[in-house]
């Protein structure tokens, strides 16, 4: 099984929708967060309650940036080349080398680059198909979710969760 390196994005929404647990239920002893990403939430205020629910559950494993001649050429080139934050960056730069799977929602700074080199990718809205799939979530929880998140001031499409299509390879993530 791949690692699921988890973007901060993603990690609001189901903290927002008091969701966490379906991360931990879908993802423990595969979700991993990078240094920076975790850096980012740490040293931000507005994610303390965030923060705490992460320790609480202890399923994100915190991954230090490799310092690689490859990593640092690829973030580099990503930096400049994309312009995107320093998480998405270092989050997609690490899933190239390590082949691993992004959970982001932030489409526009990383399907292009994903698509290119078949970096495969979670959004928040895959990520509550799989649990439905799973039975994780029913129907109603999923979109009371997705509700919530908007209400809550988050970017997430306004669809009802059958409606939804979700590439079948997902559901095995």
Not at 27 to 36: F, Q, S, V
Not at 56 to 64: A, E, P, Q, S, V
Not at 74 to 90: K, T
């Amino acid at each position: 099984m791949k690692k699921i390196i988890i973007d901060t994005d993603v990690l609001i929404h189901f903290n927002k929708a008091g969701q966490l647990h379906v991360l931990v239920s879908l993802y423990l002893g595969r979700a991993y967060i990078i240094k920076e990403v975790y850096n980012e939430i740490k040293d931000n205020k507005r994610f303390t309650d965030l923060l705490e629910q992460c320790n609480k559950f202890k399923f994100l494993k915190i991954l230090d940036t490799p310092d690689t001649e490859e990593f640092n050429k690829e973030y580099l080139e990503i930096r400049q080349n994309i312009h995107i934050g320093v998480g998405e960056a270092v989050s997609m730069a690490y899933s190239k080398i390590h082949k691993s799977v992004i959970a982001s929602s932030n489409l526009k700074d990383i399907t292009e680059y994903c698509d290119y080199y078949n970096i495969k990718y979670l959004t928040t809205l895959d990520i509550l198909c799989v649990a439905v799939h799973r039975k994780v979530l029913s129907k109603k929880e999923a979109n009371d979710f997705i509700a919530i998140v908007r209400a809550k001031g988050s970017k997430l499409p306004d669809i009802k969760i059958e409606n939804y299509h979700i590439a079948p390879e997902k559901l095995e993530y």
